[in-house]
């Protein structure tokens, strides 16, 4: 089973209109951690967001938000009023276990292309 | 520097030629990473540093493929006798240990390998 889903290989928005990314992710073990990242046309990852496995609330950054439910093993990320500089790829990863494994497992992406 | 940086940014090998991809991460980053990304797919996890003990190299895909860290900062990674399925983006990211975990990984903008 793929580790990390995601189902939307591109979506196009308007520009200003808010956004939703899916993400789903599968793991036995109770702790881990769910990451964005964002790769633009120049290639390099940037990251955007983090939720650990225990925390309480939903992770938020700016104009990022992560909507975790956990029962569902989801961790969809929210941008709100997109602008243009938001087209680019994104990428959903998952580190398994406590701090000492540090290795992230990516998803496929999803392209955004915001529209003006 | 301020960010990593990772040289060459292009790199055109003849099949079986062997080469050499650098990483130079951010100062003071105990944790080194590489990642593969094939056209179209999500980086994979190659191998990671703490300090200049390669502690994980579970996703190098064979024994063509070769990473070192020798005094903890700067990495290179060796691909010998190259295929044309080596061809793909290598990204090198770092981090403050396990602060890695929680803030996220600072990546580099890759080394586009294409093997002819």
């Known amino acids: 089973a793929q580790k990390i889903t995601q189902t939307q290989p591109g979506m196009f928005v308007q520009e200003k209109e808010a956004v939703t990314l899916d993400c789903t992710y599968d793991t036995s073990d109770p702790s881990y951690g769910l990451f964005w990242y964002k790769q633009p046309s120049s290639g390099e990852m940037i990251f955007l967001i983090y939720?650990?496995?225990?925390?309480?609330q939903n992770a938020t950054e700016g104009r990022y938000s992560l909507n975790f439910q956990k029962a569902r093993k989801s961790a969809n990320l929210v941008i709100s009023a997109s602008q243009l500089g938001d087209s680019a790829m994104y990428f959903c990863?998952?580190?398994?276990?406590?701090?000492?494994?540090?290795?992230?497992?990516f998803g496929t992406g999803t392209r955004l292309t915001i529209i003006p | 520097g301020a960010g990593v940086s990772q040289s060459p940014r292009y790199k055109v090998a003849k099949r079986g030629q062997d080469v050499a991809l650098r990483c130079d991460p951010i100062s003071g980053h105990v944790s080194l990473f590489w990642y593969q990304q094939a056209l179209g797919q999500g980086p994979e996890f190659l191998t990671y540093?703490?300090?200049?003990?390669?502690?994980?190299k579970s996703g190098l895909p064979s024994d063509r493929f070769f990473a070192e860290r020798p005094e903890g900062s700067v990495s290179t990674l060796k691909i010998q006798r190259t295929q044309q399925e080596d061809s793909a983006v290598y990204l090198c990211a770092s981090s403050l240990a396990s602060e890695g975990g929680v803030y996220g990984y600072t990546f580099g903008s890759g080394t586009r390998l294409t093997v002819v």
């Open positions: 540093f703490q300090n200049e003990a390669q502690l994980d």
């Open positions: 990863a998952m580190r398994e276990g406590n701090f000492g494994n540090e290795k992230l497992t």
């Open positions: 939720q650990g496995s225990y925390d309480q």
